[in-house]
């Protein structure tokens, strides 16, 4: 079909129209991204949105609209939309995150915000009232705990302390752990072995779960425990050869082919450990203080569940943190000065009072420590182990060339079939440091 | 061909103040030609506009990123040349994947072709209930891959799924269905869990059959067999064609594993089984995971050229296997003939 010379549209025509309609399109969104990044003082109350990456239930939108006066927009938490998000230079005012992983990562693709001027001038959120998890969403450009603040705990947990369900020890007729002394790994494997209840080849109980913040954050942890290190100290490579890494390794193998608890073989069904922990169908879990705030909704678990201090691999005694799960404030967001207002009300106001009274993890402010709660007998007893076990808080650094993410990945990926094949931990530590290596070199290239 | 239908049918003969015949004015001509270029650029721009936004800039958007060490996030990324390319067909993990990719294609797409004529032919029969039967069998087409996806994982759990907790009925030991070796089967029997929609396509080429001609070859003493071998299949081989090609396409680019994964979260990519880490899942990994969006996106080019080749290839084989009942190139001369043009 020919059109008409004389027409005013052609084929050619159109198509230019069309392209140009479309780099218009873009060009104008890009002009829209565009931004000097200082955040300015556009947030009128009421006439300003603020964008909220995070879960549902960390936050009651319509207070924080009302508190704030602020148009309030959620955005389900999704990695691969927070990238594009970020990648596009439109990112939410306000991110969920870990501080143990996700700071550093983050911040050495310059991709956050430098809290510290805000934090100088606040009144609500005092450096000298922040706990020292903080410093875990502080990175220099090298290494983890120092140099600029790029965000902030809402709670915290030392993660791999113990909560265990007296009931199902009882009718294992299993002594119940100390309260103040640390379980060493082999006796919490022991222990995960005589609770364990099996069915033809099912496992209708799990004795344990040490891999509930993934396989990746508790080898991390164990190493350490016994004095030693994943991580290279310039965070370029990580080495599971090393004797403690190595034992650590050796103790995870062991858990994974005793089948006693959810693993890269066969990780839960139910996503996380409470629904499991709820039904009695989980004797103990590492899950730290912070799962003490969903065992409150239910008072019959409330009452037979009791808290222990996190198992030692070595003689070093450490209770790490891998979470400290928080928010930041990615350096492209539009309405800073509003995302500020909103981490001092969500950190320093009516939210986080809520959250220390609920047992919901450990309050990141000090000042608000005294309000986590002794009212029923297991809060009363999990708060005096958490005493004791502050002592023992050790943050551990992590790499900013990787997600935590694609480390655990890795692990998902070789343990399986070196379980089921037998491999020596020797031959494993080294399919993993290669693997991950190759992982973390990459990232590093990009960040030159 | 419709072009010159229409310009038949439009106007009526103009007739000049003399009573002649006239030729119709240019001008008015011209206007309905152009009306009718509008109306065709009006719809066919959303679609126009659709395919540069949302198929043409990300496609050339992946193509500069495949030839970049980009993350997606980072600004130091850098021009690597063919670098990725060259990864591509050294990495034995992508190699090992699309050889997974290429054993699954070639298992799932014969096996759902002969499942849904299987199942068509049986619901095409004059049986009671029928329309039930029809509506049973298509129903889980109906269903999403996630939520299809979601109830087998369920079905599959080795500590609490449905079909280990049959299998304790008989005092049998369960099964870990969801890893290796078993994970690959229960993929296969998701996929084959789709097969209502091949079996719609296949009972609507069915119906598409003249029955005089099953009746005469009936009369000519033709077994049931060799009807449906010498009539059915040539007569349906266009509607095989284009599933055997749409099936090879969707199943090279599957990322269902993912679904029925023991953490079916991007996190959970590398808790895929082996035997169901297909092509697309390690396409997901590298972006996902391990951030090398320039690497994932050069897998996507290859993938891309790969479907591209594979098409091309059951094009040629398919040339003296599959007949039309109307030649397309008889089909266009017969339009424009009817059209009058």
Redesign the interface.
């Known amino acids: ?1 020919s ?2 010379a ?4 052609d084929r050619r025509r ?2 230019t129209y ?2 140009a ?2 780099g218009a ?2 060009l104008s969104g890009c002009a829209a991204s565009v931004d000097d990044g200082s955040g300015g003082t556009g947030s009128k109350s009421g006439s300003t949105t603020l964008t909220v990456m995070c879960q549902k239930e960390d936050l009651d939108i319509k207070a924080a609209g009302k508190a704030l006066g602020l148009k309030i927009r959620y955005l389900q938490p999704d ?2 939309k927070l ?2 998000l ?2 596009a230079k439109t990112p939410p005012d306000v991110v969920l995150g870990s501080g143990a992983t996700d700071a550093p990562y ?1 911040a050495a ?3 956050m915000t430098d809290l510290d001027p805000y934090f100088a001038k606040s009144t609500v959120l005092k450096r000298s009232d922040l706990d020292p998890v903080n410093d875990l969403w502080r990175y220099d450009g090298s290494k983890q705990g120092a140099g600029p603040r790029y965000g902030m705990a809402k709670d915290y947990s030392q993660d791999q302390m113990i909560w265990y369900r007296t009931d199902l020890f009882e009718a294992a007729k299993v002594d119940l752990p100390s309260e103040t002394e640390p379980l060493s790994y082999e006796e919490l494997l022991d222990l995960g072995k005589r609770l364990v209840k099996r ?6 109980v799990y004795g344990l779960n040490v891999t509930g913040l993934g396989s990746f954050s508790s080898l991390l942890g164990m190493t350490a425990s016994a004095g030693g290190s994943v991580f290279a100290e310039d965070l370029s490579s990580v080495d599971f050869s090393s004797p403690e890494a190595l034992k650590a390794l050796k103790w995870m193998l062991e858990y994974t082919k005793a089948d006693i608890g959810p693993s ?4 839960n ?1 139910d ?1 996380w450990d409470w629904p499991t922990f709820q039904a009695g169908r989980m004797a103990m879990a590492t899950d730290g203080y912070w799962f003490g705030g969903a065992i409150a909704g239910d008072p019959k678990v409330a009452e037979v569940s009791r808290l222990a201090p996190a198992p030692q691999l070595g003689s070093s005694r450490i209770s790490p943190c891998f979470g400290a799960t928080g928010f930041w404030i990615p350096k492209e967001s539009k309405n800073k000065d509003a995302a500020w207002k909103f981490f001092e009300w969500f950190f320093g106001g009516e939210p986080a009072q809520g959250r220390a009274a609920g047992g919901w993890g450990v309050p990141s402010l000090k000042s608000l420590r005294e309000k986590m709660p002794q009212d029923k007998p297991y809060q009363k007893q999990a708060f005096e182990v958490q005493e004791q076990e502050f002592a023992y808080f050790k943050p551990l650094t992590f790499t900013p060339y ?2 935590k ?2 480390l ?6 070789v343990l ?2 070196a379980v ?1 094949s037998g491999t020596s931990a020797g031959k494993v530590a080294d399919e993993l440091n290669k693997q991950m290596n190759a ?1 973390i070199a ?2 590093k ?4 | 061909m ?2 010159g239908h229409l310009t038949v049918a439009a106007g009526p003969a103009v007739q000049s103040p003399a009573g002649a015949p006239a030729t119709r004015p240019p001008r008015r ?2 206007s309905l ?2 009306r009718r ?2 109306a ?2 009006a719809f066919a ?1 959303p679609w ?2 659709g395919f ?2 949302l198929t043409a ?1 990300p496609l050339g958007y992946a193509l500069w990123l495949s030839f970049t ?9 850098r021009f690597v040349g063919l670098d990725n390319y060259k990864e591509v067909f050294s990495d034995p993990e992508t190699l090992a994947s699309l050889a997974r990719t290429g054993v699954f294609t070639a298992m799932t797409v014969p096996l759902t072709i002969v499942a849904g004529l299987f199942l068509a032919v049986l619901v095409n029969q004059p049986i009671r209930g029928r329309g039930l039967i029809r509506t049973l069998l298509y129903l889980p087409a109906v269903v999403p891959p996630v939520g299809a996806a979601i109830t087998f ?2 079905i599959f ?4 799924g449905a079909a ?1 907790g049959l ?2 009925l008989f ?6 269905w969801l ?2 070796p078993y994970a690959r089967w229960v993929l296969i029997v998701l996929t084959l869990w789709g097969v209502g929609n091949v079996m719609i396509i296949s009972l609507a080429g069915l119906q598409d059959i003249p029955k005089e001609l099953h009746e005469a070859a009936r009369v000519d003493g033709a077994s049931p067999w060799q009807s449906f071998t010498r009539i059915t299949l040539p007569l349906l081989s266009p509607v095989i064609f284009f599933q055997v090609v749409t099936g090879i396409i969707a199943s090279l680019q599957t990322f269902v594993p993912l679904l029925i994964s ?2 079916p979260t ?6 895929v ?2 035997s169901n880490s297909l092509f697309m899942i390690h396409v997901l ?1 590298q ?6 969006y320039g690497y994932a996106s050069a897998l996507l080019w290859v993938l891309f050229l790969i479907i591209i080749a594979v098409t091309l290839i059951v094009f040629k084989l398919s040339k003296g296997a599959v007949f039309y009942s109307v030649e397309p190139e008889r089909a266009k001369t017969k339009s424009r003939t009817i059209g009058g043009g």
């Not at chain 2, 060490?69 to 990324?77: A, K, Q, R, T, Y």
């Not at chain 2, 991007?266 to 808790?271: A, D, H, L, T, Y």
């Open positions: 079909m059109v008409p004389t027409g005013s549209l159109f198509l069309s392209g309609a479309l399109a873009a990695p691969a990238n594009a970020l990648a983050f693709r310059n991709l069915r033809l080849g099912k496992v209708k890269t073989v066969n990780p069904p996503g990787a997600q993410d694609a655990d990945g890795v692990i998902s990926k399986p079939g089921k992982l990459k990232g290239d990009v960040l030159g | 419709s072009t001509r011209r030609a152009t270029a509008w065709f650029y721009g126009v506009l540069l936004a800039y060490n980009s993350d997606g996030l980072s600004d130091n990324s994982r369920m759990d080795r500590d609490s280990n299998l304790d005092n049998v030991n369960g099964l870990a890893a290796d023991l953490d991007p996190k959970g990519i590398g808790s089984p082996e990994d972006y996902l995971l391990g951030g090398r």
